[in-house]
T-cell receptor, first 112, second 112 residues
Framework: GESVGLHLPTLSVQEGDNSIINCAYS??????FIWYKQESGKGPQFIID?????DKRQGQRVTVLLNKTVKHLSLQIAATQPGDSAVYFC???????????FGAGTRLAVHP | DAGVIQSPRHEVTEMGQEVTLRCKPI?????LFWYRQTMMRGLELLIY????????DSGMPEDRFSAKMPNASFSTLKIQPSEPRDSAVYFC??????????FGPGTRLTVL
């Protein structure tokens, strides 16, 4: 697998702490949002999704919050682990089909 | 389940040469996407196929790029002639009915 060394904003956290990764989206008409995780040398991997008629959705150790008023999306990771170190992308579905528009990404670095 | 398969994983070529990237989507998925990832532009959608038919190729950078999907289990992305600015990681993704896209491991292309 491959990835690129993107010059991205980095969030550094201690192992065991909670992480919050933020994303601003552009299209107020977008009706579906996804968070992807990209580990070094791999393709993006689906984490969690949320529809625009919801404001919160929980998964295993992850929670996504959606604020449509300010077009803001966040991903919360509880008890962050070294394996969570990766680049995280938010993506919105826009248009007549499932076309994903990706954000720039945030690098999460977890320190022991 | 083997996931999305891409080949080659690495490609190094000289400017002016033809490059062909290959993708085998997950069996049963009816949508296929080609993306390019660079440091400057992040993840960009190049082209989208649905049921082997190209639906949106607005992301294809120029005429040097072409993509085909001759059947439900195979797609190619061709660059002819290649240029150094085409150097990037190219991802293929497939999707069943719905929004979630499953990404392959990518092909790192270097054009000298």
């Amino acid at each position: 697998g491959e990835s690129v060394g993107l010059h991205l904003p980095t969030l550094s956290v201690q192992e065991g702490d909670n992480s919050i990764i933020n994303c601003a989206y552009s299209n107020s008409a977008s009706d579906y949002f996804i968070w992807y995780k990209q580990e070094s040398g791999k393709g993006p991997q689906f984490i969690i999704d949320i529809r625009s008629n919801m404001d919160k959705r929980q998964g295993q150790r992850v929670t996504v919050l959606l604020n449509k008023t300010v077009k803001h999306l966040s991903l919360q990771i509880a008890a962050t682990q070294p394996g969570d170190s990766a680049v995280y992308f938010c993506a919105e579905i826009s248009g007549g089909y499932n076309k994903l528009i990706f954000g720039a990404g945030t690098r999460l670095a977890v320190h022991p | 389940d083997a996931g999305v398969i891409q080949s080659p994983r690495h490609e190094v070529t000289e400017m002016g040469q033809e490059v062909t990237l290959r993708c085998k989507p997950i069996s049963g998925h009816n949508s296929l996407f080609w993306y390019r990832q660079t440091m400057m532009r992040g993840l960009e959608l190049l082209i989208y196929f649905n049921n082997n038919v190209p639906i949106d190729d607005s992301g294809m950078p120029e005429d040097r790029f072409s993509a085909k999907m001759p059947n439900a289990s195979f797609s190619t992305l061709k660059i002819q002639p290649s240029e150094p600015r085409d150097s990037a990681v190219y991802f293929c993704a497939s999707s069943p009915q719905g929004y979630e896209q499953f990404f392959g491991p990518g092909t790192r292309l270097t054009v000298l």
